[in-house]
Structures are given as structure tokens and as C-alpha cells.
T-cell receptor, first 113, second 113 residues
Framework: DAGVIQSPRHEVTEMGQEVTLRCKPI?????LFWYRQTMMRGLELLIY????????DSGMPEDRFSAKMPNASFSTLKIQPSEPRDSAVYFC???????????FGDGTRLSIL | AQSVSQHNHHVILSEAASLELGCNYS??????LFWYVQYPGQHLQLLLK????DPLVKGIKGFEAEFIKSKFSFNLRKPSVQWSDTAEYFC???????????WGAGTKLIIKP
């Protein structure tokens, strides 16, 4: 079991640049979650996919954020244009179905200068 | 409103001390409960979960938690902590057949060697 794989592990970029975060869920898991973790706000759910379909994107902060899941083994979270307040650790998690515990990736530590 | 409250933001203990981290939740209906651990610089890992049945749940690394429905609590315990237990611990709740986890703010645990 390879676990949830995220890339990159770290990203440092200047404000205004486009940032793309990637996630490969565990094979066979049909639920995928994107979270943001900051000291001030803790863990926030950004978006939830079920069977590759976005079910709940109410946590996406604003239109600068978008997420896709083109197939069962890949998802992206994009920020365009990025701003310093987007600096955070972004986690992807997957689960066999929505009733089962979520398995987290190692996260992407994003710094926007 | 649905919420999870973790009573202590920081706990400092010496090795071999006993541990109890508090978690109270506000959620209507049948709940599923979780404790996750996040070691420094790492991703969240599932410690234990409660779905139904015996309210005393045993997890990995010698941790256990007790679901007390009347008190809306799910406290985490360990009889004798080790230095390697230094981490942040998160309590989370979700409704049965609901995808969204409601997260506590986390408790940072420091074990002095």
C-alpha cells in the first residue's frame, strides 16, 4: 500500500504565480479530500470528491482556487494567482468510501512570497 | 452548531506519566469519532476510531479512547507515555453516513525525556 502521494513536498513561489498541487489517492479509494492547515485556522476542508465528481466545494476560499479530478488516480489543486495569505500546508486525503477513515498524504508546504 | 472542543492546547508530561486528552463534541444524531496524530513535520495518521459497539476503543501505540455518549466525550488515554509520543493530537467527529469530518483545534503534547 503506497499511501496517498502528494507533490511537491515544498513549494516556494512569488505572489501572482500559478501554483499546482498534485495528489494520487490510494488505489480503490473513491473519496478524495483536499485540506488546508494553518496555525490560525487549523484544518479546513477545501473540497470533497466522490467517484471523481466534486460533491462539496464550499470550503474553497475564493475563485482563485480550483480543483480537478480527471480520473480515479489523480487530482490537482490550483491557485491562480497566488497570494501570501495562501501560505499553508495543503493535505490530500482519501478513503475507501465516505464512511471510512481518511488516509492523509505527507502534504505540500506552500510559501508565497 | 457542530463542533469539537479539545480542552488543552498544550500538554507537557514526563516520560512514563499517564495521559488523558479531552475531546467533547456537539453533533446531533449518530456519530463516528476519530483520533488522529501528527508527528512533527509529518502527515496525520489515524490512531483509533469509534463507529459502534464497545465504547472503549483500543488503537495503535498503546492508545485507547472511551466514548461516553451522555457526556458527548471521546477522551484519549495512554497509561505510560514515551518521548516518541511528542506530537499534535486531533479529535474529529462526523455523522454516520456523512463525509465531512469536524476537527478539533488539536492538542500539542510534549514529552520530556
Amino acid at each position: 500500500d503506497a499511501g496517498v502521494i502528494q507533490s511537491p513536498r515544498h513549494e516556494v513561489t512569488e505572489m501572482g504565480q500559478e501554483v499546482t498541487l498534485r495528489c494520487k489517492p490510494i488505489s480503490g479509494h473513491n473519496s478524495l479530500f483536499w485540506y488546508r492547515q494553518t496555525m490560525m485556522r487549523g484544518l479546513e476542508l477545501l473540497i470533497y470528491f466522490n467517484n471523481n465528481v466534486p460533491i462539496d466545494d464550499s470550503g474553497m476560499p475564493e475563485d482563485r482556487f480550483s480543483a480537478k479530478m480527471p480520473n480515479a488516480s489523480f487530482s490537482t489543486l490550483k491557485i491562480q494567482p497566488s497570494e501570501p495569505r495562501d501560505s499553508a500546508v495543503y493535505f490530500c486525503a482519501s478513503s475507501p468510501d465516505m464512511n471510512q477513515p481518511q488516509h492523509f498524504g505527507d502534504g505540500t508546504r506552500l510559501s508565497i512570497l | 452548531a457542530q463542533s469539537v472542543s479539545q480542552h488543552n492546547h498544550h500538554v507537557i508530561l514526563s516520560e512514563a506519566a499517564s495521559l488523558e486528552l479531552g475531546c467533547n463534541y456537539s453533533y446531533g444524531g449518530t456519530v463516528n469519532l476519530f483520533w488522529y496524530v501528527q508527528y512533527p513535520g509529518q502527515h496525520l495518521q489515524l490512531l483509533l476510531k469509534y463507529f459502534s459497539g464497545d465504547p472503549l476503543v483500543k488503537g495503535i501505540k498503546g492508545f485507547e479512547a472511551e466514548f461516553i455518549k451522555s457526556k458527548f466525550s471521546f477522551n484519549l488515554r495512554k497509561p505510560s507515555v514515551q518521548w516518541s509520543d511528542t506530537a499534535e493530537y486531533f479529535c474529529a467527529v462526523k455523522g454516520n453516513s456523512n463525509y465531512q469530518l469536524i476537527w478539533g483545534a488539536g492538542t500539542k503534547l510534549i514529552i520530556k525525556p
